[in-house]
């Protein structure tokens, strides 16, 4: 005799709890920020310390392709300085943008450098 296991109710295992980094929840901000139009090209994150301090510095590197995009790009730059993050465990302590690569032609993009100083609390 065989038993028929569709008969029987089963209850699956709660799923694994993810704990979001506070690394991931910049990148997932500035994304934010920068507005669709933007792209991540690259990311690098590096320990940062001070005699009163510890953290992290993260540099980006964001590229905006198109008029609109390019627009997007100077209001994200004017933008970030004074932007206050909400990263818990963490405080932004300084964000700066620089342009890297500008193109106007055959179509316009922008590549903007963007640096921050994350402080553990």
Do not use: N
């Amino acid at each position: 005799m065989w038993l028929d296991r569709t008969l029987f109710e089963r209850k699956s295992a709660p799923a694994p709890r993810v704990r979001i980094s506070p690394a991931e929840r910049l990148l997932r901000a500035v994304r934010a920020l920068a507005g669709a139009s933007a792209e991540m090209i690259s990311h690098t994150e590096t320990p940062w310390a001070s005699v009163t301090f510890a953290g992290s510095r993260h540099t980006m590197v964001l590229r905006f392709a198109g008029w609109e995009a390019c627009d997007d790009a100077e209001h994200f730059r004017r933008q970030l300085p004074e932007h206050e993050f909400t990263i818990p465990g963490v405080l932004v302590a300084d964000a700066a943008a620089s342009i890297a690569h500008q193109i106007l032609l055959p179509e316009p993009w922008m590549e903007l450098e963007v640096d921050l100083l994350l402080l553990d609390d």
